[in-house]
């Protein structure tokens, strides 16, 4: 008698195709561009047309021809697409796939911390929603935060939401006082040293790269520390053939698949984002046929949402 398991499994590598040929022939009829980020499962990756983080595909949204966005991602990067391209229509999948970093900033606890320090510029993380975004000041990137916070003509900040990201920025900016959020990412926040030792021994001579998002102890141990987008570019230009990566594991697989020569390994097997992967073919296939959930913002929320986005670019342009 078959295992029960092969018989599922099998049940299942049927399905897909029929899945993922559907969702390419209704992209093409509805001239729907589908945008994922790096950290999205491997079967979301396979059938975008842009693959990145969330700065790169937002700003990607901007210049490409077509109107109907379809987003993988969690919530506030969809709201960020639509921010940035408020003309045309952005799909966000599956209402659930939230960010519990972003959620972890509350409107008014941050109008409070604003009277607690006036004067100092809220520096907002591009991870946060468009209702922190309208409070901020400026919005940064893990990969230009330094260079903002050091440009910003102020001697106090106020940086929200993840503290790992902002005490990673203190490093290199000691001159100036940065208030922090008792924000995080789970997925970066449980990264252990013991990990990152367990993950040399199993892979000798592998750089190490680390996102800013993890907590210092990590940030030390590191070869080298990147954003999502700057770890592929360091894997595409080194000269090291392996290497491990603290981050969400859904980047491994895209730069495996970016560059296949090279090898690249998640820390641990557990460091996956539940909420990115609560995107499935089928979410995106139903959102194809209906054209559904949209993200809808209103003109004013637009206005002061891409305000300190368009603040981000001016002041790397002043560094």
């Known amino acids: 008698m078959p295992d029960k398991n092969f018989i599922y499994a099998s049940s299942i590598h049927g399905l897909m195709p029929s899945v993922t040929e559907r969702i390419q022939s209704l992209k093409k009829e509805k001239d729907v561009l589908i945008m994922a980020h790096n950290y999205q499962s491997p079967s979301i990756q396979d059938i975008a047309d842009i693959v990145g983080d969330s700065l790169v595909l937002a700003r990607q949204a901007i210049t490409v021809e077509q109107r109907i966005i379809l987003f993988c991602g969690v919530d506030f990067m969809a709201e960020s697409t639509k921010i940035l391209s408020p003309e045309k229509t952005v799909i966000h999948p599956n209402i659930h796939s939230k960010c519990p970093m972003a959620g972890m900033v509350d409107p008014e606890e941050l109008e409070k911390m604003k009277?607690?320090?006036p004067g100092a510029p809220v520096v907002s993380y591009i991870n946060t929603t468009a209702s922190i975004k309208c409070l901020s000041d400026v919005c940064v990137t893990s990969a230009n935060a330094v260079d903002?916070?050091?440009?910003?003509?102020?001697?106090?900040?106020?940086?929200?939401?993840?503290v790992n990201l902002g005490m990673y920025v203190q490093r290199f900016v000691p001159e100036k006082k940065i208030h922090l959020w008792p924000g995080y990412c789970h997925v970066h926040q449980d990264i252990t040293t013991e990990q990152i030792k367990e993950a040399r021994r199993e892979h000798p001579g592998a750089?190490?790269?680390v996102h800013p998002e993890c907590t210092p102890q990590i940030i030390?141990?590191?070869?080298?520390?990147?954003?999502?987008?700057?770890?592929?570019r360091h894997v595409q230009s080194s000269p090291k053939e392996e290497f491990i990566l603290a981050t969400e594991e859904g980047l491994?697989?895209?730069i495996n698949t970016v560059v296949p020569s090279k090898k690249t390994y998640p820390v641990t097997i557990n460091t996956v984002c539940p909420n990115m992967k609560k995107i499935s073919l089928e979410d995106v296939l139903n959102s194809l046929e209906t054209l559904l959930p949209t993200i809808e913002l209103d003109d004013d929320t637009?206005?002061?949402?891409?305000?300190?986005?368009?603040?981000?670019?001016?002041v790397k342009r002043r560094g």
């Open 302 to 314: 637009i206005a002061c949402a891409r305000a300190p986005l368009d603040r981000m670019v001016e």
């Open 252 to 254: 491994a697989y895209r």
């Open 207 to 209: 750089e190490v790269l």
């Open 115 to 117: 009277q607690d320090h």
């Open 148 to 162: 903002i916070v050091k440009n910003l003509d102020a001697q106090e900040v106020i940086f929200v939401p993840d």
């Open 220 to 232: 030390d141990m590191a070869d080298a520390v990147f954003s999502t987008e700057g770890m592929l």
